[in-house]
């Protein structure tokens, strides 16, 4: 038996109407080369321009040329299976109202999704809470979007959500405010207080200069005079000067003599006459 | 202290110390300014070991700013439609860089000048400056060559009235810093309107002096001359 037109005869027979093994065969190898050319100019994509733009552009870069590939791929493939692409588009308004109700979540955080790549209240990279979960957003996808937490843990978050919930973003301003509250005895001088504290964080490169930190009395409470204290910092690094400052207060105000004190109670005791 | 210098150098100045050498191919790098110090192992046959000031936005941390602040000791008033030539001080960071025919590669940075940032706009939309403080001079001044440059300011006032400047905002990324013994850009500056400027830089290399590594060009970032516009106030 000749082996090569046995092959040609399996490969030839078709499968469905005007569709071979052979035309299987090509779909899956076209679909598997876009595939494989797609990955390969996405890495290089990224190696030529990692240094050169923001990590959010190359993202969107990354994925914009990654897609392309492959949908043309698809398009160069597809009539090899026997869709016609003037049928899909015909076949596709049909198809898209039975698809469309069998996948309501799917097409919703799609939709919510490129919603979400249009408004862009986050960016890939930036420090964010949505509904419960708080963390650093590590990708936007069509359907879904993934955030590390603080404490490290992988989150995805299905669109409809994140679009859904409320987003608070850390990073979307360029600068953020934080404050403190430090108690000085009732002894101490507060004007100095206030001094010490000035300085020290005019020593501070990403304390800035403008909003100026605001440093008053807030209250005479039962203990302590209660001075508050607000700093602006860039969004970026505010969280690392918080950490920083509030120990160097303590430290440089009672360098300068001036005491925070504990919780106390003066207790008066009386003497009855006679 | 700005210049090339060969893989076995010593180079003091003032509170600077950075030294580079070793036998064969291996060699140490090692800086000292002020209280801070690093060390780095080299690997090099070839190439030179350029000492230069480079864009004042990269410490302490890459990527807090990319824009200058110099906010002036006394604020500036110009007559319209006039142009006028004075010099600021701007202050300046060290780079440096190893350089053979094929690459540029920043091995470090340090400054000895004040570092402070400073929002420019609203927290909204603003942006996070470098900031200087300066005062206006009609000649070129005596700077601490180790700390500051050098600024050449040719303004021109193009609105109607009168304006008041305050403070010049710079892009870190238009910066073009030439050198000698000291630091020295050239910026143009137009009134656009009481509130608003443009800043630009002049890019051609005055006599006698060398053009600085730009830390965007040895990223491999290429360069196109643009301006910045000050919308947030003057």
């Given at each position: 038996m000749n082996i090569t037109a046995e092959i040609s005869k399996v490969l030839n027979?078709?499968?469905?109407?005007?569709?071979?093994l052979l035309d299987i065969f090509i779909f899956i190898v076209i679909i598997a080369v876009a595939v494989i050319i797609a990955k390969i100019v996405r890495l290089n994509v990224r190696r030529a321009l990692k240094e050169k733009v923001p990590k959010t552009t190359l993202a969107t870069i990354e994925k914009l040329v990654y897609y392309t590939i492959i949908v043309i791929g698809f398009i160069v493939a597809i009539?090899?299976?026997?869709?016609s692409l003037s049928g899909l588009l015909v076949a596709g308004g049909i198809a898209g109202i039975v698809i469309g109700l069998a996948t309501q979540t799917v097409i919703s955080n799609l939709i919510s999704g490129l919603f979400l790549l249009a408004e862009k209240p986050i960016k890939i990279g930036d420090g964010v809470s949505i509904g419960d979960v708080g963390g650093v957003v590590k990708d936007i996808r069509v359907l879904s979007t993934t955030i590390r937490t603080w404490d490290g843990i992988y989150v995805r978050l299905p669109n409809e959500k994140v679009f859904t919930s409320n987003i608070y973003n850390?990073?979307?301003?360029?600068a953020r405010r934080f404050e403190y509250k430090v108690g000085i005895a009732y002894k101490s001088d507060a004007d100095k207080a206030i001094k010490i504290i000035e300085e020290l964080f005019e020593q501070h490169?990403?304390?800035?200069?403008?909003?100026k930190p605001q440093i008053f009395v807030e209250e005479l409470a039962d203990s302590s005079v209660v001075l508050i204290i607000r700093i602006w910092a860039p969004s970026s690094e505010w969280y690392g000067v918080k950490t920083e400052m509030l120990w160097k207060i303590k430290v440089a105000l009672e360098k300068a003599g001036i005491e925070i004190p504990f919780p106390q109670i003066v207790v008066w005791k009386g003497e009855e006459k006679g | 202290m700005f210049g090339k210098y060969d893989l076995n150098e010593e180079i003091r100045e003032e509170d600077i110390e950075i030294k580079i050498g070793g036998r064969g191919k291996i060699k140490r790098y090692y800086r000292k300014a002020g209280n801070e110090e690093i060390e780095k192992i080299v690997s090099a046959e070839s190439g030179n070991l350029y000492v230069v000031p480079v864009e004042p936005v990269n410490l302490p941390k890459l990527g807090v700013a990319e824009h200058l602040m110099i906010e002036l000791e006394k604020p500036y008033i110009i007559e319209p439609y006039i142009e006028d030539t004075f010099y600021l001080k701007f202050p300046i960071e060290i780079g440096v860089f190893l350089v053979d025919k094929r690459d540029v590669e920043r091995i470090d940075i340090f400054t000895m000048a004040k570092q402070k940032y400073i929002l420019y706009g609203s927290p909204e939309q603003g942006i996070i400056c470098r900031w200087w403080k300066s005062n206006i001079y009609n000649d070129k001044p005596e700077v601490n060559k180790t700390q500051e440059g050098i600024i050449r300011i040719d303004i021109k006032?193009?609105?109607?009235e009168w304006v008041e400047v305050k403070k010049l905002v710079f892009r870190a990324f238009d910066m073009k810093i030439f050198y000698n013994d000291y630091a020295y850009m050239h910026a143009y500056i137009n009134l656009l309107k009481k509130t608003m400027a443009e800043t630009a830089f002049n890019s051609r290399k005055p006599k006698n002096m060398n053009a600085s590594i730009d830390i965007y060009e040895a990223k491999g970032i290429k360069k196109f001359e643009k301006k910045f516009v000050m919308e947030w106030g003057l």
């Amino acid at each position: 038996m000749n082996i090569t037109a046995e092959i040609s005869k399996v490969l030839n027979h078709e499968i469905m109407k005007g569709v071979t093994l052979l035309d299987i065969f090509i779909f899956i190898v076209i679909i598997a080369v876009a595939v494989i050319i797609a990955k390969i100019v996405r890495l290089n994509v990224r190696r030529a321009l990692k240094e050169k733009v923001p990590k959010t552009t190359l993202a969107t870069i990354e994925k914009l040329v990654y897609y392309t590939i492959i949908v043309i791929g698809f398009i160069v493939a597809i009539p090899y299976i026997g869709f016609s692409l003037s049928g899909l588009l015909v076949a596709g308004g049909i198809a898209g109202i039975v698809i469309g109700l069998a996948t309501q979540t799917v097409i919703s955080n799609l939709i919510s999704g490129l919603f979400l790549l249009a408004e862009k209240p986050i960016k890939i990279g930036d420090g964010v809470s949505i509904g419960d979960v708080g963390g650093v957003v590590k990708d936007i996808r069509v359907l879904s979007t993934t955030i590390r937490t603080w404490d490290g843990i992988y989150v995805r978050l299905p669109n409809e959500k994140v679009f859904t919930s409320n987003i608070y973003n850390y990073n979307a301003h360029a600068a953020r405010r934080f404050e403190y509250k430090v108690g000085i005895a009732y002894k101490s001088d507060a004007d100095k207080a206030i001094k010490i504290i000035e300085e020290l964080f005019e020593q501070h490169p990403l304390i800035l200069k403008e909003p100026k930190p605001q440093i008053f009395v807030e209250e005479l409470a039962d203990s302590s005079v209660v001075l508050i204290i607000r700093i602006w910092a860039p969004s970026s690094e505010w969280y690392g000067v918080k950490t920083e400052m509030l120990w160097k207060i303590k430290v440089a105000l009672e360098k300068a003599g001036i005491e925070i004190p504990f919780p106390q109670i003066v207790v008066w005791k009386g003497e009855e006459k006679g | 202290m700005f210049g090339k210098y060969d893989l076995n150098e010593e180079i003091r100045e003032e509170d600077i110390e950075i030294k580079i050498g070793g036998r064969g191919k291996i060699k140490r790098y090692y800086r000292k300014a002020g209280n801070e110090e690093i060390e780095k192992i080299v690997s090099a046959e070839s190439g030179n070991l350029y000492v230069v000031p480079v864009e004042p936005v990269n410490l302490p941390k890459l990527g807090v700013a990319e824009h200058l602040m110099i906010e002036l000791e006394k604020p500036y008033i110009i007559e319209p439609y006039i142009e006028d030539t004075f010099y600021l001080k701007f202050p300046i960071e060290i780079g440096v860089f190893l350089v053979d025919k094929r690459d540029v590669e920043r091995i470090d940075i340090f400054t000895m000048a004040k570092q402070k940032y400073i929002l420019y706009g609203s927290p909204e939309q603003g942006i996070i400056c470098r900031w200087w403080k300066s005062n206006i001079y009609n000649d070129k001044p005596e700077v601490n060559k180790t700390q500051e440059g050098i600024i050449r300011i040719d303004i021109k006032n193009s609105y109607r009235e009168w304006v008041e400047v305050k403070k010049l905002v710079f892009r870190a990324f238009d910066m073009k810093i030439f050198y000698n013994d000291y630091a020295y850009m050239h910026a143009y500056i137009n009134l656009l309107k009481k509130t608003m400027a443009e800043t630009a830089f002049n890019s051609r290399k005055p006599k006698n002096m060398n053009a600085s590594i730009d830390i965007y060009e040895a990223k491999g970032i290429k360069k196109f001359e643009k301006k910045f516009v000050m919308e947030w106030g003057l």
